[in-house]
């Protein structure tokens, strides 16, 4: 276990987004080390990088064209190792994203495998063995190879699946075996991949769709055996790298699968989702727990992460986010007062948190832009950084109209620099909350936790973290409900929070974090 994940706070960059250092409009990776400071000095000592391989960017770069290249948009290998370099020297670490599951469908491999000669890697992706077999419960694109066989999407149709095997063979004809000889040669090179940045200098990775690599695998568990020989190669030749997982599964993902981490992802109606994010279709209402209207219930995400919390803490971490660049900004339903209340909460949570780059001035969701390179929805969510009021908020010198994504131009659009002076913005806040878990190992990611109130449709929330206890009321009515503990201090406050004989009251809107 990479020691340093303990007290990390994570800071995920989205690489198209956040600095354009020459121009052409695209964030790029000398932007990035040009605010390595800025991430440094907001307290986020780990960084998390969304894709910067070659790419034809159907999906933002999730299809991969060449593992070993870093796409020109973004710089060059000497760039990244740059980068690496530039991240240690100020102590922090940098994941890069690994996507193992798919490559986009003008990767080399698959430009070999698509051959209709067999060759050494006609087995690297999952082909039936004609174009007539298509059986429909398998999302297959047919006909469109001069190889006589239709071949398995994992995602979106440019990204092809690449073959681990079937935990399940249906299909013999087909379907390879996990222990296929070439199934084995294709976990491999995933981890040659993973060696090539590792040695690079890359601190670990954030694994894209971890649970996907293995078909007809229901409960992941030829999935998992995977992970763990890639979990035996780094305890034995990267020992201080880390692997984080987009599985929401921390059982698997963890305790099976040998990830030090794992997402608690935005999965409609789970736990996280209910809290921190959901929006009852049927009402059209906003009922998370942490919404000002006061109509959620935090059980939701206490009945299912503090099994999960309990099951997995001996073995790795789970993370909480903010954001990512897969959902709505939080922004799109909160105001600045319920962010602060959110992501406070977030930072005194166990395990390893994420900050979205842009969430810690609260940058809208622009719901309003049409589709860029695959992100549909996602894309409100991947604007470029807003870090001054000067041109292109400080983005870009280039024309507006060569931008990745426009800028948000609205009048009230925040920004680094105008939060910074301001004392009370969210920026100070999330600064400052973060400083004070980095500070306490009891608020870090091993630090004990115990829930002390929930309640289905109440509030508060009270959690216990070694000496401190975190409360937080984010509805607008005042709550007051029976508490044993004594404070000695009160470390950071939101609103107004006091314990007087044997009970808390908290006005609206209000988080407190004591020391008892
Ligand atoms: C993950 C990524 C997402 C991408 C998908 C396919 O969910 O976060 O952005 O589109 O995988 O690689
Ligand atoms: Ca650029």
């Known amino acids: ?27 790029d990776i000398q932007g990035l080390i040009s605010k390595l400071d800025y991430i440094n000095d907001l307290g986020c000592n780990a960084i998390w990088l969304n894709p910067v391989y070659d790419s034809p960017f159907m999906d933002a770069g999730y299809d991969v064209r060449d593992y070993y290249k870093i796409a020109p948009r973004y710089g060059t290998n000497d760039d990244a190792k740059q980068l690496f370099e530039e991240v240690h020297k100020r102590g922090m670490k940098l994941l890069m994203d690994l996507v193992p599951g798919h490559t986009s469908d003008t990767n080399g491999w698959f430009t070999q495998s698509k051959q209709p000669q067999k060759n050494e890697l006609s087995n690297r992706y999952i082909w039936t063995n004609s174009v007539w077999e298509a059986p429909p419960q398998y999302r297959l694109q047919c006909g469109i190879t001069d190889r006589d066989g ?19 063979v249906t299909h013999p004809a087909w379907q390879l075996p996990v222990n296929h000889p070439d199934c084995l040669r294709t976990a491999e090179a995933i981890k040659d991949v993973m060696r090539f940045w590792l040695d690079m200098g890359c601190d670990g990775f954030r694994v894209d769709m971890a649970d996907s690599l293995v078909k007809n695998d229901d409960e992941k568990i030829a999935t998992a055996a995977i992970w763990a020989g890639v979990r035996e190669m780094m305890d034995k030749d990267y020992p201080d790298c880390a692997l984080i997982s987009e599985w929401c599964h921390p059982i698997r993902a963890i305790n099976k699968a040998g990830f030090h981490a794992d997402f608690y992802l935005d999965h409609r109606g789970n736990g996280y989702s209910t809290a921190f994010r959901y929006y009852n279709y049927d ?20 009945d299912e992460f503090v099994p999960n919390y309990e099951a997995t803490k001996d073995n790795g971490y789970i993370s909480f986010f903010t954001c990512n660049h897969d959902n709505p900004r939080m922004s799109a339903w909160y105001d600045e007062l319920e962010l ?24 809208r969701y622009m719901s309003e832009l049409t589709s860029k390179e695959g992100g549909f929805s996602r894309t409100g969510s991947r604007t470029p950084m807003q870090w001054s009021k000067g041109k292109n908020k400080g983005f870009s010198d280039a024309d507006p109209d060569k931008l990745y994504l426009p800028v948000d131009t609205k009048e009230n659009a925040p920004d680094v620099e105008s939060q910074m002076a301001d004392e009370n913005s969210l920026y100070n806040t999330v600064k400052k909350i973060i400083a004070i878990r980095k500070s306490n190992p009891e608020l870090c990611g091993n630090g004990d936790f115990e829930v002390l109130y929930a309640e289905d449709k109440k509030y ?46 908290m006005k609206g809107q209000s988080y407190a974090l004591m020391k008892i």
């Open 1 to 27: 276990m990479p020691k340093w994940l303990e007290n990390s706070v994570f800071y995920q960059v989205y690489p198209q987004s956040f600095c354009d250092s020459n121009g052409d409009g695209i964030g």
């Open 150 to 168: 239709n071949y398995l999407v994992n995602y979106f149709s440019s990204q092809p699946a690449l073959n681990y095997g079937f935990y399940e």
């Open 283 to 302: 009402t059209g209402k906003q009922e998370s727990f942490f919404s000002k209207e006061g109509s959620g219930s935090i059980m939701k995400l206490v």
């Open 340 to 363: 602060k209340i959110n992501f406070c909460t977030i930072f005194t949570l166990p395990g390893v948190p994420f900050l979205y780059y842009g969430d810690e001035i609260g940058m």
């Open 460 to 505: 508060p929330f009270i959690f216990r973290r070694g000496a401190f206890v975190a409360a937080v009321n984010p509805s607008a009515k005042d709550v007051s409900v029976a508490f044993d503990k004594a404070v000695k201090e009160y470390v950071f406050t939101i609103g107004e929070t006091t314990v007087e004989n044997g009970t808390i009251t």
